[in-house]
């Protein structure tokens, strides 16, 4: 993450905490389905980051358990602003979703048979497909032109759709192949 940030201005605390609020609000679908409006927010519109740092951010959360929204949030948040960032910006992000599940888990919970109720359930699951093959493609525009981080990302579509290893294997592996080959580079 040598890279420089595509801006020298950085939010405040409060700042950073608005624009997680707006993520937190906004992005249904969770981890994947939630990383264009990340990217949106924090490489384009504000441009607290460049996109291959932003890159090289998200590839580092992927080795951390947890949401990866909440973990993508936390490490931009420290990255761009400090520890109060951080922790403002999990917050922020966290709170409207945890709204939302209490008030609809009450509502599911008394009309989860209602077929309007199905119907629903049914048509978010087909637009949280949509948003993954949008961010699929948007991260496939921004891999380096590299022949190795092509093959990683085949096979590893290949792994985890026809197998059942564990994909923690996938990240590991495809991270000691990238380490291995930048450090075979610099020799």
């Known amino acids: 993450m040598g890279t420089e940030s595509a801006s020298a201005t950085r939010p405040g605390a409060w700042a950073y905490a608005v624009t997680c609020l707006k993520i ?18 924090v490489v384009e519109r504000h441009r607290w980051l460049a996109s291959e740092e932003f890159d090289d951010i998200l590839a580092a959360v992927q080795l951390v358990p947890g949401p990866t929204t909440v973990n993508l949030l936390a490490a931009v948040g420290e990255r761009v602003s400090g520890w109060a960032s951080l922790v403002l910006g999990v917050a922020a992000v966290i709170l409207p979703s945890f709204a939302i599940v209490v008030g ?20 978010l699951a087909a637009a949280v497909i949509g948003l993954m093959v949008a961010v699929t493609l948007e991260l496939g525009r921004d891999v380096r032109r590299d022949i190795l981080h092509w093959a990683i990302a085949l096979v590893a579509f290949a792994v985890v759709a026809f197998t059942t290893v564990n994909p923690i294997w996938l990240i ?12 075979l580079r610099r020799h």
């Open 172 to 183: 590991v592996a495809a991270a000691a192949a990238g380490g291995i080959k930048l450090a």
């Open 104 to 123: 609809l888990t009450s509502l599911y919970l008394r009309y989860s048979n209602a077929p309007i109720a199905i119907g629903a359930m049914a048509g």
């Open 24 to 41: 937190g609000t906004v992005g249904f679908g969770g981890g994947y389905a939630v990383l264009d409006l990340i990217r949106a927010e």
